[in-house]
């Protein structure tokens, strides 16, 4: 499969200050094109100058018991919860998801608030029984300092609750640059905490231009912790930054989702799921199915089916309470979705609905079913980002994996079979950190979230997602023997 070179430029989040306002980042309204508002472009010494702030609060926090810890974590849970509401109308105000989404989004955000709340408490060390008479062996898990994390606009409440939940429960402080695209989400978010008795400054938003905030997070020395959701061209980048310190890093990056579809399949199950993993949020997750490879036997079935589900989807302002498809993000996202649709179609594909914008104008898309795709379509080996579906045709189930495996990314995949043998090889032959299986939805707060090859490094989530935010200490003990 032909693969890209990775534009690390991507003009599209390197804003540029706006001329005349070169201190203030304007944030709009995707549905809509309005103007939200503006955002502090902080400048490295600002930026510096919190990290400092940080820095002193996470020493008295880190000597908090962990008991303490999670009943502030706990009420920091209640605060989000209580402002559900407000959070999902400003969520869908600078993202554009559907308000069903957002409020699903908060509370998943919050999830995380609460299950590391309680995880933290269980950051239990290790009594090794040593191998001399006169020794003793214990280890302990430290909070491995202050923490930094850079996150993308697709969830923009979820992305940093599942960062700040785990370092604060690991008794870290921590610095969040947010995307330039959804500051409010955040900004928002660390006024609950402080309001729920989370030290101010232990939990920092700085919002700013990615040129000048993300040095001074990769190359900080009092930064022992970086951690990243984003894209692989930027994860691959910001890891090398960090090198020059020798930050723990965690890495969340770009997917390519195969879901793959066998003859044997139930056909209602893998439709509703595919609609799921598909068009979430518009296509605009990590996790989103990218390529769905159908076999041939259940093909023409299978394609109707999906074509007449995707043709119903309700595209809107997310807003009004029925939209189940919002805008892309900004118009550079529509004009990615715009080439992957042309260039597919010029080398084969045909759309059986969709293919073109929507009549609504601006960033809207028309969900997308494309029949035809092969493996030299940009949307094979590139990340889509939207809502649209290429329907791929496979034999065998060996030629499913080998197609399902051509990509340098690994987070996720699906499949839909009822046969439990091919359950277990299919599940143990797809190169990727999670699978769902018969399902199109697998995200929650107790699963280790995190992907392989070029797809990322960690876990985010599950019991894993607190050691990120812990170092391990060994102590021996020499002991006299008795006189
Ligand atoms: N694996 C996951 O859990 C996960 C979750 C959400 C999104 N993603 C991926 O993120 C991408 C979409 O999000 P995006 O468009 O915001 O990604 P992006 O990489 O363009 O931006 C992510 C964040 O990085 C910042 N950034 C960009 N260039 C930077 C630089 N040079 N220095 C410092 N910071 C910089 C941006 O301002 C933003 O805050 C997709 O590839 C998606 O798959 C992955
Ligand atoms: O896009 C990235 C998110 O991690 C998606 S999910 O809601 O966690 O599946």
Redesign the pocket.
């Known amino acids: 499969m032909a693969t890209t070179t990775p534009d ?1 430029a ?1 003009p599209e ?2 804003a540029a200050p706006i001329p005349g306002r070169e201190g203030l980042i304007s944030v709009d309204n995707p549905a809509t094109g309005e103007k939200l508002g503006e955002v502090p472009a902080l400048d490295a010494s600002q930026v510096e100058q919190i990290v400092t702030q940080a820095k002193v609060a996470q020493r008295g926090w880190g000597s908090l018991s962990a008991k303490d810890r999670a009943a502030r974590m706990h009420s920091f849970f209640d605060a989000i919860i209580a402002h559900q509401d407000d959070l999902s109308r400003l969520m869908v105000a600078e993202q554009g998801k559907p308000l069903a989404e957002a409020k699903g989004e908060v509370a998943y955000a919050a999830s995380f608030v609460s299950w590391f709340a309680d995880e933290g408490l269980r950051a239990y060390g290790e009594v090794i029984p040593a191998p001399q008479a006169d020794k003793r062996i214990l280890v302990l898990k430290r909070p491995i300092g202050l923490a930094a994390a ?6 923009p409440l979820a ?1 940093i609750t599942r960062k700040v939940a785990p370092a604060l429960a690991a008794g870290c402080g921590i610095v969040v ?5 959804t500051p409010f989400s955040a900004m928002a978010l660390q006024q609950l905490a402080i309001e729920a008795g989370i030290p101010e400054h232990l939990f920092a938003v700085v919002t700013g231009h ?2 000048s ?2 040095p001074v ?2 190359g900080h020395p009092d930064i022992a912790k970086f951690s ?8 691959k ?2 890891t090398a930054q960090c090198a020059s310190t020798m930050k723990r890093v965690s890495m ?4 390519n989702a195969p879901l793959i579809v066998f003859d044997d399949a139930d056909i209602d199950m893998a439709v509703e799921g595919t609609i799921m993993a598909k068009f979430r949020n518009s296509g ?4 989103c199915a990218n390529r769905i490879l159908v076999q041939d036997g259940i093909h023409d079935k299978f394609v109707e089916a999906l074509t007449a589900r995707a043709a119903a989807l309700r595209v809107g302002n997310g807003l009004d309470g029925v939209t189940e498809q919002g805008p892309l993000i900004t118009e550079q996202a529509t004009t990615k979705v715009a080439e992957h649709v042309a260039d597919a179609i010029r080398r084969g594909a045909k759309a059986t609905t969709g293919g073109t914008a929507h009549e609504a104008g601006g960033r809207f898309w028309t969900p997308t079913v494309l029949t035809g795709a092969t493996s030299e379509m940009r949307l094979a080996y590139e ?1 889509t ?1 939207g809502p649209v579906a290429p329907v791929f045709r496979f034999r065998d189930e060996r030629e499913a994996l080998a197609m399902a495996n051509d990509t340098r990314s690994g ?1 996720a995949a699906y499949a839909f079979s009822a046969d439990i043998d091919r359950f277990w090889r299919v599940c143990e032959s797809l190169e990727v950190g999670m699978i769902g299986f018969n399902t199109g939805a697998f995200s929650s707060e107790v699963i280790p ?3 392989v090859k070029e ?2 490094l960690g876990r ?1 989530g599950s019991k894993h997602g607190l050691d990120e935010y812990l170092e391990l200490r060994m102590i021996c003990l020499g002991m006299k023997g008795e006189n």
């Open positions: 690390l991507r989040f390197l850079v996150t993308p606009w697709n969830f992305m640059k947010p995307s330039e695209l990615a040129k905030v993300g997070l990769t990243f959701t984003g894209s692989t061209a930027v994860g980048l910001l969340e990056l770009g997917g605009q997750t990590c996790v990340e980002f987070l979230f995190g992907g797809s990322g985010e």
